[in-house]
């Protein structure tokens, strides 16, 4: 089941163990946070739209707050000796979704009997892109992908992808 959330004057697809990072929130790491503007909301034919909103939450948990990367403002004119150099680093919250609508997001699985037979499946692709480069690194090595450590995120990213495929 999926949902599209609105915070923050932007909109998101979100799924349940989905991490997203939103305009700042006042609400502290590790508190529960619920997001009511909820456009659209289930999966496959029973989609419920809103006009505007559906009347349904969306529940999440803060993991951390804090700033993206720096944005550099450069102001120049040519032949006026006039330059200005600026600098910006927007403030985010990174949210973890628990619950759609109600619907639990499944709870830590529990370790299977030593007597029981563990079939392979297939992992549920990650949000690599919203991760940092050492929790890139640190997935890689759970998975047993080879990367380099020194690698840009995005040169990461696609070897993980790549292995995963």
């Known amino acids: 089941m999926y949902a599209i959330i609105e915070t923050g004057g932007k909109q998101y697809r979100v799924q349940n163990g989905d991490r997203i990072a939103v305009e700042k929130l006042n609400v502290a790491e590790g508190e529960q946070v619920v997001f009511d503007k909820v456009l659209v909301v289930g999966e496959g034919a029973d989609v419920k739209v809103g006009a505007p909103y559906v009347d349904t939450t969306v529940e999440g948990k803060v993991i951390e707050n804090g700033k993206g990367k720096k944005v550099v403002i450069f102001k120049y004119k040519a032949k006026k000796d006039y330059r200005k150099k600026q600098g910006h680093r927007q403030p985010y919250t ?19 009997a030593a007597d029981e037979v563990q079939e392979d499946k297939p992992a549920k692709k990650p949000a690599l892109k919203s991760m940092r480069k050492a929790e890139l690194i640190e997935f890689a090595k759970e998975n047993n992908i080879e990367i380099d450590e020194k690698a840009t995120n995005a040169v990461m990213i696609e070897t993980i992808e790549a292995a995963l495929n």
């Open 94 to 112: 990174l949210v973890e979704i628990t619950a759609i609508g109600g619907e639990k997001a499944p709870a830590a699985p529990v370790a299977p």
